[in-house]
Every structure is written in C-alpha cells, then in structure tokens.
C-alpha cells in the first residue's frame, strides 16, 4: 500500500503562485508513477501533470508554461508548482500514484491522496 499526504493548498488571487506538496510513505517502491490530478465542483477529475518511471514530466494544455512537477527522491515527496494562476485553476488538487510505468487516467489510477483545496480569485 502507497500512502499520499497533500499539503500547501490556499487562496491566492490571479496571477499568484502556490506550491502543493505530497508526501508518499508505505510500499513506495509501488509508486512507479506520481501525478496531480484536479477536480472542480461539477466537474469530471482531470490529469494535470505527471511524472512517468522514467522521471519524463508531462501536462495537459492548460498548464503547460505556468505549472512544473518535480519529485524529491530523497524526501519521498512529489512537488507541484503553480504559477500565473488563474480562476479557472480552482479545485480540490488530488496527488495520485501507480505501480505502471504512466500515470493511468483517473478511474485506473491505484492510490489517492485526501486533497488540498486551491481557490484563485480574480
């Protein structure tokens, strides 16, 4: 079993940066793939940015530029930091991981953390 702690959620208005954390413990040598997804009220959980086996990062369009994941090996700890935010950017932020090579969409994915909320105002 992976277990996953988010912090550093907040508000913040637009054009602001934040940086959410997630600490990963358990059987981390399952967590072969780490990501952030997010999910807004009514809306459908999306995949924000990953981070695949091989350390390659990737995003989806609308953070490309402004959002960066990075992982700290050491500290077994998944980053992700956000900047130029914006209103559309606000959601309850959700660190996954998975034993697969990718990071799985959303209904696959095998361990989640609690969240942390981030507000954008404008």
């Known amino acids: 079993q992976v277990q996953l702690v988010e912090s550093g959620g907040g508000s913040v208005q637009a054009g602001g940066s934040l940086r959410v954390s997630c600490a990963v413990s358990?059987?981390?040598?399952?967590?072969?793939?780490m990501g952030w997804f997010r999910q807004a009220p009514g809306k459908e959980r999306e995949g924000v940015a990953a981070?695949?086996?091989?350390?390659?990062?990737s995003y989806t369009d609308s953070v490309k530029g402004r959002f960066t994941i990075s992982q700290d090996n050491v500290k077994n700890t998944l980053y992700l930091q956000m900047n130029s935010l914006k209103p559309e950017d606000t959601a309850m932020y959700y660190c996954a991981a998975d034993s697969r090579r990718g990071l799985p969409a959303a209904p696959f994915v095998a361990y989640w953390g609690q969240g942390t909320q981030v507000t954008v105002s404008s």
């Open positions: 358990g059987d981390t040598s399952s967590a072969n793939s």
């Open positions: 981070i695949d086996s091989r350390g390659r990062p």
